[in-house]
């Protein structure tokens, strides 16, 4: 079936510094992917939208300045975290659609975020 | 815009009872939708969905729900609860086509002996 590898599965960095998190389709092209963050015991909030070969379409009140999405391949994108502040530090996780239906969201495992 | 209501935050069950946990949504048309599930620090695992047909959805683990347009619902069941079912369940919709998945707040599910 369509499996999303998503790395790091958690990472702590320092205050200041950029982490970024890869989110690939492994056996399928994904043309579209979809960038989620999670706080403790909330639910998962749509961070923004990646479309292959164009700008991430950002939510609104996420920063795209702090939070850059590329999605430069049908099978990878990511999520650079740009300065990390501690406040930055989530849950977040990537999910992918294949074929542009509904029948082929999958999500990634999750990356644990800490900034220290 | 489409929203997911799940009212209860946390249920708890003893195993080997029903469960219900519940879920409307709010969307002019029929939407896509979905349940998953969500251990302490996991990913998600999607238990079932439901796109047309059958209003009765089989999924995996046991779970069924049932898609109820008049009441713009599409509750999760399971007859008998085991312990291993603890978790975070949430609902979640689409519009379809290239939309991402919108997620209700979740329910807390504790199974107690």
């Known amino acids: 079936g369509a499996v999303v590898s998503q790395h790091p599965s958690w990472v702590i960095c320092k205050s200041g510094t950029s982490v970024k998190i890869e989110c690939r389709s492994l056996?399928?092209?994904?043309?579209?992917m979809f960038w989620y963050r999670q706080f403790p015991k909330q639910s998962l909030m749509l961070m923004a939208t990646?479309?292959?070969?164009?700008?991430?379409?950002?939510e609104q009140g996420v920063e795209k300045d702090k939070f850059l999405i590329n999605h430069a391949s049908l099978t990878l994108s990511t999520l650079t975290v740009t300065s990390a502040h501690p406040e930055d530090s989530s849950f977040y996780i990537c999910?992918?659609?294949?074929?542009?239906?509904?029948?082929?969201?999958?999500f990634g495992s999750g990356t644990r975020l800490t900034v220290v | 815009a489409q929203s997911v209501t799940q009212p209860d935050i946390h249920i708890t069950v003893s195993e080997g009872a029903s469960l219900e946990l519940r879920c409307n949504y709010s969307?002019?048309?029929?939407?896509?939708l979905f349940w998953y599930v969500q251990s302490p620090g996991q990913g998600l695992q999607l238990l079932l969905k439901?796109?047309?047909?059958?209003?009765l959805v089989q999924g995996i683990k046991g779970f069924e729900a049932e898609f109820k347009r008049s009441q713009s619902s599409f509750n999760l069941r399971k007859p008998s609860v085991h312990w291993s079912d603890a978790a975070e369940y949430f609902c979640?919709?689409?519009?379809?086509?290239?939309?991402?998945?919108?997620f209700g707040k979740g329910t807390r599910l504790s199974v107690i002996a």
């Open positions: 056996d399928f092209q994904a043309t579209t």
């Open positions: 979640a919709v689409a519009k379809g086509g290239n939309t991402p998945l919108v």
């Open positions: 969307y002019g048309a029929t939407p896509y």
């Open positions: 439901y796109f047309s047909g059958d209003t």
């Open positions: 990646s479309n292959e070969g164009s700008k991430a379409t950002y």
């Open positions: 999910s992918a659609m294949l074929d542009r239906t509904p029948y082929g969201y999958t």
